[in-house]
């Protein structure tokens, strides 16, 4: 059987959608699974079982990518069409069993609304797929001891902590009555963000701080982050793997939901700043293309307390 699965263009939204993925995947073992997404996000697919073909879909105007999209799968006979992007594609498509996915304003997190759509009783957890060489690139990138690994860049300038904000709290967490004494602080990012994870970089002692921000793939830096200590980071695709990948996650929050994106897992936690986000939204105008830095009221001292909280509830739950 056939099963086409249509997911998003952002790397946090791929990710969540692996819940519903796993589950397909559980729910017919002999599909052949083909995957449509934003090229940012195919990379996270190269392992997935059972999939014989990643669509990288590249966004063109006046929506041409759709058709293009049409043009590649309108040949074959689907059992399953999943389209978690409500496209009109999908109703193009001959297929037995056709799941469309549409977003709404709900108070409910993305994935509780995804597992509706497969009448699911409880949400999945996101699952990413690691490969063997993936694994050995992480445990060659990984420094010895204890690992805070820290996400401080994000897709729009309204989500991202100040730099600065990162390594006074990455300083205080691994200090000697910090959570992880002595630790190394790995700083994760695509290439293109470079610039905006410098401040962390620069403001930490060079014995300290590892660089790798654009220096892993996508799963290479799951793999990597499944062997850290405890991630700190904005709401971001990055964040969203880091929960996926098991390791403590705190994700910061200012001009987005966490009740809709908040990191998913036992072991995951949410510090928002001390404006809600309706008082940021319409204190500024927001756009997100050009509103600046909306995070200026989540201090360094708020962060650490959040990062404490959980760290303590991990710890007893281990305990």
């Not at 700083?187 to 410098?198: D, K, N, P, V, W």
């Amino acid at each position: 059987m056939k099963l086409l699965f249509i997911t998003s263009t952002r790397i946090g939204d791929a990710v969540l959608s692996t819940a519903l993925l796993s589950h397909f995947i559980e729910q017919y073992p002999d599909a052949e699974i083909t995957i449509a997404c934003g090229p940012a996000a195919a990379p996270l697919f190269a392992e997935t079982p059972q999939v014989v073909r990643v669509i990288a879909l590249k966004k063109r105007r006046l929506g041409l990518h759709w058709l293009t999209l049409w043009w590649r799968c309108w040949p074959n006979f689907w059992h399953v069409v999943i389209d978690l992007r409500a496209s009109a594609l999908s109703y193009c498509l001959v297929t037995v069993q056709r799941m469309v996915w549409r977003q709404n304003s709900a108070a409910v997190h993305r994935l509780v609304s995804l597992a509706k759509l497969a009448h699911l009783s409880e949400p999945r957890a996101p699952r990413l797929w690691i490969g063997a060489v993936q694994e050995s690139a992480a445990a060659r990138a990984l420094p010895k001891g204890p690992v805070l690994a820290i996400g401080a860049t994000a897709n729009w300038r309204g989500k991202q902590w100040p730099g600065e904000n990162f390594a006074e709290l990455a300083l205080r967490l691994t200090a000697s009555d910090g959570i992880l004494p002595g630790a190394a602080v790995v700083i994760l990012g695509a290439a293109s963000e470079h610039a905006l994870a410098a401040p962390v970089i620069e403001n930490l002692p060079v014995s300290r701080a590892h660089d790798l921000v654009g220096k892993l793939d996508l799963l290479t830096v799951a793999a990597l982050l499944a062997r850290c200590d405890f991630f700190v980071g904005n709401d971001s695709g990055l964040m969203h793997i880091a929960a996926a990948s098991g390791v403590p996650t705190l994700g910061l929050f200012g001009p987005s939901r966490e009740v809709h994106y908040a990191p998913w897992g036992t072991q995951c936690a949410v510090v928002r700043t001390g404006l809600d986000y309706d008082e940021l939204i319409s204190a500024r105008g927001y756009d997100h293309r050009t509103t600046g830095n909306l995070m200026e009221s989540l201090t360094v001292d708020m962060a650490e307390t959040g990062a404490r909280d959980l760290w303590a509830r991990v710890s007893d739950a281990v305990t």
